[in-house]
């Protein structure tokens, strides 16, 4: 009982404060029956990672505060994807909450239907605290979880910036600034590569599809835009050429043999081994990167923006959310463990852990919580990457093959292919499956 | 009741000279489970697949009938074509490779001497470990820069290679692994042809002065082939349809390089869902096992017609 009692009030004197500072004009005295669906069982699917183990890890907290009993289930990335479409089409999904990868599954959840709205939920005093508002979360946030009808059918979880990681011995060793724009980088890459060493410049995706996240980051640069007004696809057009081109010189003068069958995984090898100089990936890395037992580079890392192209210095940005299935028969419950899933408490949890970084203001910008992150440099990159986010990937539905076309012409590139001649290809495989798929 | 039913056979067959159009009835009924079964998880799967081959069916989206539109798309898709040679070219070595390998190690574990049964067990391993385990090893020892192979190739002064990082040898490096772990099946299956052999021709090459190679080539090859053609056969439908090991590996890639026809017809069906495409994927895919292991078993019929022949 001890422990019920504190619990909710940490969180509720957590959420007064936030909510007495935030505009929203809900009646400041109102507050949440947390009880109310006491004795309510949910059943949630989780992507394997650390948000998952996050809410896992802590889901008595939630138990405790509510009454609501939590089935909760963690599924690797890509197979959690695939089950929760195939439990979705079925019309009856076994579970009540779902998490899902916005960059991959916004438009596809949308236009099938599949989640329920959250937008009255959030309006209801009774169920929402009064510091969870949709101005606390980032841009990026409410474009991922808003549909066209502003409807908020998600919450935004967690966001994934790219970040440049860079090796600082190496970096002094050979005298070399660090880059502020992406010819710098290419100049720097190439004095800190000496192959006899076994040290190079560069590392980064190369692997087909999943290159396409660190593609995007110089495409956007370059002032690339995925879709034109009419919703056609733009990845052939000369901004995404000078960023192949870009691409290409980093990856095959620059960077590790046998980098084109690379994705984070063996990056990270090679980066946390010593072997390479810079390493552009999702901003959730600093864990192993400083990690005794993992890493050779512990303490040697510095973190910092990814550089500016000639037209514009953008992060590619992707995320997660968590949403409530629109066949629950727990509405209102499953929204209630959505809200504690994005709590400032859970939040915090999750950035001083170098999981994930909270899509809300409130809790980034929190002096005490940001006192909790080890790395300062990583969260000041965090900070600053989230000034300048931008969405890394088109929100269509076909997403899963635009990565695999546009992102198999980027590997053969590296093999000496023509970047014009590649994109143009793979453009012309897939304006037919885009077209088939947002005009059904 | 029971009286009744004891009765019955025993008077069938005095009455079933006249009625013989009765008698299917009484036994039709037991083979109408054995049908259930068959329909619901053999025809029924299948008559479904190429249901949904003519429809546009994508999870999330109405489904709309298209006719044989999904198998036109296929004959213009750059992708699907070439899954197609890929599997080809992986099938033909990984076939061949543990077929000659694995011949070569039963004639040497047929020989007797010291150790020869700690070593065939140790030599069938590969055999017992699970795909996707041994996937994750070689993909450590492929590694460029930090695997075990190109650290030995270096000790005898052979630049490091890339291996499945690279477009052009990433199928024979696949194959590497799927030799590795399968001559041993072709080993045992060699081994128990190679015991069944009669010693006599053996005994008369000797004392006609063959050769080694003599003998393997004009008495052991022919008397082992009927079993050379089962392990082929295996072989040939196991690498076909061969996923885990490619898919654990390389994913298809780089690019497409490695992507056989099973890998993009999982994408199609599991990444993009697009049911429909994926299902006219399938069935043409069937086809070809179809028509590969009819190639395969017309081969050994002719064979053993010639053995006859040659016998006679």
Known sequence: MVDTRISRRTLLTGTAAAGALSLTGLPARAEVNWKKYAGTKLEVILAKGPRGDNLQKNIKEFTDLTGIQVEAEQIPEQQQRQKVVIEFTSGRPSFDVVHLSYHVQKRQFEKAGWLADMTPFMKDPNLTAPDLVESDFSAAGLQYAKNDKGQMLSLPWSVDYFILYYNKELFEKKGVAVPKTLDEMVAAAEKLTDPKEGIYGFVGRGLRNANMAMWSNFFLDYGGEFLDAKGNILTDGPEAIAATKLYQTLLTKTAPPGVAGFNWMESMASFTQGRSAMWIDGVGWAPPLEDPAASRVVGKVGYTVVPAGPKGQYSSTYGDGIGIAAASKNKEAAYLLCQWAVSKQQGARLLQAGGGVPFRNSILGDPEVQKGVKTKEWLQSVIESGKISKLGLPVVIPVAEFRDIVGAALTATLSGADPAAELKKANDQYRPILERSEKT | ?312
Do not use: C
């Not at chain 2, 190109?150 to 052009?168: D, E, K, M, R, T």
């Open chain 2, 1 to 312: 009741m029971s009286v009744l039913t004891q009765s019955t056979p025993a008077a069938a067959p005095s009455d079933a000279a006249p009625e013989k159009e009765l008698r299917p009835p009484s036994y039709w009924p037991f083979v109408v489970p054995a049908l259930v079964v068959v329909l619901a998880i053999i025809i029924f799967p299948w008559v479904f697949t190429i249901w949904m081959s003519l429809n546009e069916w994508k999870v999330g989206s109405p489904t709309t009938f298209v006719g044989l539109s999904n198998y036109q798309r296929l004959t213009s898709d750059p992708r699907f074509l070439e899954a197609v040679v890929h599997t080809i070219v992986y099938t033909v070595l990984s076939v061949l490779l543990p077929l000659v390998l694995g011949t070569f190690a039963a004639v040497v574990f047929h020989q007797k001497f010291p150790g020869r049964g700690f070593l065939r067990g140790v030599f069938i391993m590969p055999m017992m470990a699970t795909p996707v385990a041994i996937a994750l090893v070689w993909t450590m020892m492929f590694h460029p820069q930090l695997g075990v192979l190109n650290y030995l190739l270096s000790l005898i002064g052979i630049p490091a290679q890339l291996w499945v990082f690279h477009p052009a040898t990433v199928i024979p490096s696949l194959v590497l692994v799927e030799t590795w772990q399968w001559t041993p099946l072709v080993m045992l299956i060699v081994l128990g042809g190679l015991a069944a052999i009669p010693t006599e021709p053996y005994e008369s090459a000797q004392i006609d002065g063959a050769n080694l190679w003599q003998v393997f080539r004009f008495i052991t090859l022919p008397l082992i082939m009927p079993f050379l053609f089962i392990a082929g056969m295996i072989r040939m439908i196991d690498a076909v349809k061969s996923f885990d090991i490619i898919f654990a590996i390389t994913q298809g890639g780089p690019g497409s390089a490695s992507e056989t026809i099973n890998i993009y017809l999982y994408s199609v069906a599991f990444t993009y869902y697009d049911l429909g495409y994926g299902s006219a994927i399938a069935v043409v895919f069937f086809l070809l096992i179809v028509l590969l292991a009819a190639v395969m078993l017309y081969a050994r019929q002719r064979m053993v017609w010639t053995e006859i022949a040659s016998d006679a």
